[in-house]
């Protein structure tokens, strides 16, 4: 955390690429505000109640990392200060409750399933539950898709090109399940072989953006435990479970597991990047022309760097036209959980990409995350 605060030198780059500057236009809702805050709170010159509210606002996009000249890992300062500063906090019962459900029904997504009908039953009568819970009904689908069961071990004709693990994600499984299913085809149909551990857990992003860091740590553990090490690579179809993974070590830093956390995000890779390196074999051509504009997943293209590898893999489609959206940059407001906690943010935010993607005339809107989607 100390480097993090000591790297900054208040130059304010990040701050025209800051998500919440520009919808609240206030210098504590910076990263480098943050940034001071959170210093100041940890130093203990300042009540941490004070900082929380605008730690609380940001999205964890890391935009600012992107723009950031002088390489402020920001990261390593967010996770850990929420962290930290949670037994400090002061919560509602519907906040409680909200937080009670984040963190031990959609991790799980056999939980995750029945949470979610309860929710659809319960829709009708939202105005009656506590105001923290009405977000979480809004966010769900009218019609949950059937449960579909992974093979643990798929194999492709001749020799593999490669042998992967695939984390299947929680939300995922639940709410699209198919994303699993057409992964697993396309890695197949490319020569690669693919292992879906059974024992393996949710990647703990949700509990450790929401300062959760035990409950975030068991779940990173399990998967240390889970995942063989036997294979090329890791790979993940969900920017933000790709993005948790690769900060295991953050996670698991002055602990025992810090160095096979290492190892295994190391191995971490988004789809589109594996591929992309792999190399893939040409796409079926796509019908009747259609325009596409691709939405960037902040958890991809801030936290992770990929920007080129998706665009790349769009374009071997014959008979498509990729076209660019306003602001790729610029977060979409669903940033895990966010558009739970942060609701009237998360929906100015989501007014301004949507509005960005339609004014494309785009007849398809690509994302790697279901969360954008």
């Known amino acids: 955390m100390a480097e993090a605060v000591q790297a900054c030198v208040h130059c304010g780059f990040c701050l025209p690429t ?5 919808e609240l236009g206030q210098e504590m809702d910076t990263p480098r505000g943050r940034i001071i805050l959170m210093k100041e709170a940890l130093e203990g010159s300042l009540p941490t109640d004070r900082a929380l509210p605008h730690v609380d606002r940001c999205l964890g996009c890391l935009a600012c990392e992107t723009s950031c000249p002088s390489g ?6 967010l996770g850990p200060f929420r962290e930290k500063s949670e037994a400090e906090r002061r919560r509602s019962l519907g906040e409680k409750l909200r937080r009670k459900i984040l963190l031990t029904a959609l ?25 923290g819970l009405r977000p979480m009904m809004e966010l769900l689908p009218d019609k949950l898709p059937r449960a579909v069961a992974l093979p643990e071990v798929t194999s492709t004709q001749g020799v593999p090109r490669a042998r992967v693990a695939l984390l299947a994600g929680c939300a995922q499984q639940v709410i699209d399940p198919s994303i699993n299913l057409d992964t697993i085809a396309v890695l197949v149909r490319n020569g690669v072989e693919v292992v879906i551990p059974k024992t393996q857990v949710c990647c703990g992003a949700l509990g450790w953006h929401a300062g ?4 975030a740590r068991k779940l990173a553990q399990e998967n240390l435990k889970a995942f063989p090490e036997d294979v090329d690579a890791i790979v993940t179809n969900a920017a933000g479970c790709g993005s948790g993974l690769r900060e295991y070590p953050l996670m ?9 956390a290492k190892r295994f995000a190391s191995k971490a890779v988004d789809l589109s990047e594996f591929l992309d390196k792999l190399g893939f074999e040409k796409p079926p051509s796509a ?87």
């Open 18 to 22: 800051c998500p919440t500057y520009g």
């Open 72 to 77: 402020v890992e920001y990261r390593n300062l």
């Open 107 to 131: 991790p799980f997504p056999s939980r995750f399933r029945w949470a979610a009908r309860l929710g659809l039953l319960a829709r009708p009568f939202a105005k009656m539950l506590p105001k």
């Open 212 to 215: 959760a860091g035990g409950h």
């Open 252 to 260: 698991m830093k002055g602990l025992p597991e810090e160095g096979p």
């Open 287 to 373: 019908k009747g022309c259609p325009r596409i504009v691709y939405q960037d997943a902040c958890h991809l293209r801030h936290a992770q760097g990929v920007v080129d590898a998706p665009r790349r893999l769009l374009r071997a489609i014959s008979g498509i036209e990729l076209v660019e959206a306003a602001e790729p940059e610029i977060c979409c407001g669903s940033a895990g959980s966010y558009n739970i906690d942060q609701p009237e943010i998360a929906a100015s935010l989501g007014k301004q990409k949507v509005g960005n993607l339609l004014d494309t005339k785009a007849d398809w809107i690509v994302s790697g995350n279901i969360g954008c989607i």
